[in-house]
């Protein structure tokens, strides 16, 4: 038995991560610090090196999850997809219903482009991320067409999530993406 006045918490490390991601969406990265984590998370501040051994790993492990589960979304999509005509759809829902859904996902997005912008350990986070974008969209079309839907996508949900005009409209993102998929890799 554990001794007396500790309790087993087996979520206590996902705990921690969720709160590091809320408090990240909420006050930045500037304003996440291991007391505001564990306050949030409901854990004693000793958890918190317990479980990570820097601020920067917890961020890191944080920002990894938050990734992964982006990447899931896209391969999701993509995945049910069958044929070039879904899988254009598929590419509109992802920039109208999947990514940035919530102002959360914006936040946490460009925090970790921020981080990205100064420390490697992110930049790794981002292009895992690139890579396996591109290779989802790579199931439906060649690699070129791939990396240019993977920008359109990133510049779009940008649009749509900050309330501009020309990422509202789902015909003209269904109209660019048949553009840029009508060459190599694209045709019906």
């Known amino acids: ?9 087996p979520q206590r490390r996902a705990r921690i991560i969720d709160a590091a991601l809320g408090l990240i969406a909420d006050e930045g990265v500037a304003g996440t610090s291991h007391r505001k984590i564990a306050a949030r998370a409901d854990v004693p501040l000793g958890s918190m090196t317990y479980h990570f051994a820097s601020i920067d790993e917890l961020l890191r492990e944080a920002f990894s999850r938050f ?11 993509l995945g049910a997809a069958h044929g070039i005509a879904e899988a254009r759809l598929a590419v509109a829902d992802l920039v109208h219903e999947d990514l940035f859904a919530t102002r959360a996902d914006l936040v946490l997005t460009h925090e970790l482009y921020a981080l990205a912008a100064r420390e490697p350990a992110y930049r790794e986070l981002i292009d895992e991320w690139v890579r396996r974008s591109q ?7 060649d690699a070129d067409t791939a990396r240019e839907l993977d920008a359109l996508i990133e510049g779009l949900t940008i649009h749509r999530a900050l309330g501009t005009r020309s990422g509202d409209d789902r015909e003209l993102t269904l109209d660019a993406i048949r553009r840029i998929t009508a060459g190599a890799g694209g045709a019906e």
Not at 69 to 76: D, K, Q, T
Not at 135 to 141: P, W
């Open 67 to 77: 990734t992964g589960a982006v990447i899931a979304r896209f391969e999701r999509r």
């Open 135 to 141: 290779e989802a969209l790579g199931r439906h079309f």
């Open 1 to 9: 038995m554990p001794p007396k006045g500790r309790r087993f918490d």
